[in-house]
């Protein structure tokens, strides 16, 4: 089992980042954290590295119900999402399959509550593929 669902984009940086907040957004998401990876190794280790931007996902109303199963499922929250440079002419925009990474806890309706959430971003990742079309 893959733990990512992921597209990649022929379009500038900056714009799948755009796309990716969209995406999210049609299926109930809100980016609650964006950590920039490439000005954060710089500024503190002063290594180059490729654009790379970790989202941090959120959909209040999934994230209340897993909460309500598993008080420490937080731990794995929000859902990360990469945007990372891959070639000169390419993004890729990853999720994480939260279905891989609720197998860590053994909660049943829990890996129901994640494969809902799974369905969504597949679905977002899905309309990111669909406008490279």
């Known amino acids: ?24 957004k049609t299926e109930g998401f809100g980016v609650i954290s964006r950590i ?3 000005q ?7 290594v180059d590295f490729r654009p790379y931007t970790i989202l941090g ?11 309500q199963l ?11 999402v990469i945007v990372q440079q891959s070639g000169s002419a390419e993004v890729e925009v990853a999720a994480i399959d939260p279905v891989a990474s609720m197998q860590a806890i053994s909660n ?13 971003l597949e679905r977002a990742i899905d309309r990111l593929r669909q406008s490279e079309i």
């Open 40 to 46: 954060t190794l710089k500024s503190k280790i002063d």
């Open 36 to 38: 920039d990876i490439q």
């Open 57 to 67: 996902a959120c959909n209040p109303t999934l994230a209340h119900e897993a909460l």
């Open 108 to 120: 049943p309706e829990l890996v129901k509550a994640a494969a809902v959430v799974r369905d969504k």
């Open 1 to 24: 089992m893959s733990y990512y669902i992921s597209a990649r984009l022929k379009v500038p940086f900056d714009d799948a980042i755009a796309r990716a907040e969209a995406a999210l």
């Open 70 to 80: 598993e008080d420490k499922v937080g731990l794995m929250l929000p859902c990360n």
